[in-house]
Structure formats: C-alpha cells, structure tokens
C-alpha cells in the first residue's frame, strides 16, 4: 500500500512530513552527499522538528530515517572538530547528546528507520529511539577507535540497552560494522527486514501504534525509558507511580467488555478504544 506523505517544514539539512489521519509524522536527515552525517543546521532542524511534533497531539509515532543511501554516517567530523574546539564544563553536553537524550525523553513513540550505513554518533542516536526497524544489508559500527575516540554516546546506550558487554567491546575495539541482520541477533535492533520492504513495514507499524490512545503510549514510555535505569523494586514502584498518573487522564479499564468481545477466537490488533481519537 502506497503512504501519501504530505509536507510539513522543510530545511536544507532536514524534512518534516506527516501522514494525515494517521497520526504518523517523519523526519528525514536529508545531506545525502555527506551520508547524512550530523552537523549544526541538521541538529537544530530536529530540535525545531520536534516542538512542532510535540505541539501537535494528534501525533503518536515519530519515525527517522535517512535520504539517500544511508540512515546516517555519524557525526560531520568537521562539525565534531568544531564543537571540541572548546572546552565544555561537563555539565553542558554538546548538541548530539542533548538531541540523543531529547529522542529518549519525547513524548511520543520514536521510531529509527535504519537503511545503509548508521555509524558512530548517529548509532547512538538510534539507540535513543524507542523502536528500530533495520534493513538486512543495512551496516551498523562504531569507527571512533580507529580515528582515537572511544565512542561518546554510543557506548554508554549500547551498555544500558542491555546489549551483553562482550558484544559492545566487539563493536567498540574492532571497529567492524556489522549487518543489519547481526545486529537483529545482537540484540540492537527491534526487527530486521528486506531492504525492499523497510519503509513500508515500519511505516505501516507506526500507523499501528498511532491508532491507539495516546496516553498509554506516553505512559509506556515513561517505564520503559525511566525504569531501566532502575533497581528492579524501584522499577515496581515507578510502574505505581505510572499507573496513577495515567489514571488522571483516561480510565485503563473502561472498555473491558468490548474488549474481551473483541478478542474472541484469538488477539485481534485491529480493536481500538471509543475513546480514542
């Protein structure tokens, strides 16, 4: 089925769509010369990008992705040289790691659309989204060691999304990219897929979701990014503390009959809240 995306704001660097009646908007890095390497003007352009999102509640999933041949390469290292050119007191992160942690905290569902290369920064990048859905041939890496970096960003997500260690030193020391299907196996991504078939697969799982109550979705989201940095019981408490405020803003059990009607003979996704709009 053919999506019709519909402009939203364009910059050089960066492109806004939405997908009407579907409450599915997308960001495209769009400096396909460069791979999409991450410089200044793209990384503003997404801070913009999503103040426009965030005031549109209509929008419950986000999708990124890449123009051109790759998600992106990393970091523009002329950018990167710049922004090191000065020293920054620890407690002022630069703008990639303020984006980085802007994606893990936003409001809505993120999801990374990954085709070709996603290096270096633009990995850590990624592992700020909620969900990925990666091209088999798609080349996942962390080159940072071979230019003498260790990987800012991209290690400490890799660790705490619950990748095992020895797979991040494998990543981080060897510098090997690996497939799109290697990192299915390893754990980084959500789903793999045929090339062919990415866009339409995660645009038609954003739809999905964005058919739901946006409440829950938020609210998922909270236990999810908040709590796996959590002990397990201070986990538990954060899901009662969840569970409460959702209960401010819509009753979780509302429509219980219609549901289980709904769900006769086996799960039924296509079921949706008469409270959802």
């Known amino acids: 089925m053919a999506h019709q995306w519909k402009s939203w704001k364009e910059w050089p660097e960066l492109i806004l769509e939405r997908l009407?009646?579907?409450?599915?908007?997308?960001?495209?890095?769009?400096?396909?010369?460069?791979?999409?390497a991450l410089n200044g003007p793209l990384v503003e352009a997404y801070f913009q990008s999503l103040e426009?999102?965030?005031?549109?509640?209509?929008?419950?999933?986000?999708?990124?992705?890449?123009?051109?041949?790759?998600?992106?390469?990393?970091?523009?290292?002329?950018?990167?040289?710049?922004?090191?050119?000065?020293?920054?007191d620890w407690d002022r992160p630069t703008p990639t790691v303020q984006l980085a942690e802007a994606l893990r905290a936003f409001?809505?569902?993120?999801?990374?659309?990954?085709?070709?290369?996603?290096?270096?920064?633009?990995?850590?990048?990624?592992?700020?989204?909620?969900?990925?859905?990666?091209?088999?041939?798609?080349?996942?890496?962390?080159p940072e060691i071979l230019r003498g970096s260790f990987g800012q960003l991209v290690t400490s997500t890799l660790v705490h999304g619950?990748?095992?260690?020895?797979?991040?030193?494998?990543l981080q020391f060897v510098g090997r990219n690996v497939s799109g299907v290697e990192a299915d196996a390893m754990g980084i991504v959500s789903q793999v897929v045929p090339a062919a078939e990415l866009e339409e697969t995660t645009t038609?799982?954003?739809?999905?979701i964005a058919s739901?109550?946006?409440?829950?979705?938020?609210?998922?989201?909270?236990?999810?990014?908040?709590?796996r940095d959590l002990g397990?019981?201070?986990?538990?408490?954060?899901?009662?503390?969840?569970?409460q405020r959702?209960?401010?803003?819509m009753d979780p059990t509302a429509d219980v009959e219609s549901y289980l009607e709904s769900q006769k003979g086996g799960p039924n996704l296509t079921y949706k809240r008469p409270d959802v709009t």
């Open 20 to 36: 009407d009646g579907a409450g599915v908007a997308r960001i495209t890095h769009n400096r396909p010369e460069k791979r999409n």
């Open 52 to 88: 426009l999102i965030r005031d549109d509640r209509e929008i419950k999933t986000v999708i990124t992705r890449g123009s051109g041949k790759a998600y992106s390469s990393g970091l523009d290292l002329h950018f990167l040289r710049e922004v090191n050119a000065t020293v920054r």
């Open 107 to 142: 409001p809505r569902v993120m999801i990374a659309q990954v085709h070709g290369y996603c290096l270096g920064g633009a990995l850590g990048i990624m592992n700020c989204h909620d969900l990925v859905f990666a091209a088999d041939d798609a080349e996942l890496g962390m």
């Open 162 to 170: 619950g990748i095992p260690i020895k797979k991040v030193a494998y």
């Open 204 to 208: 038609s799982i954003a739809a999905e």
């Open 212 to 227: 739901r109550h946006l409440a829950p979705l938020e609210h998922a989201k909270i236990t999810v990014q908040m709590g």
């Open 232 to 243: 397990v019981s201070q986990a538990i408490q954060l899901d009662q503390l969840v569970a």
């Open 246 to 249: 959702m209960r401010r803003t």
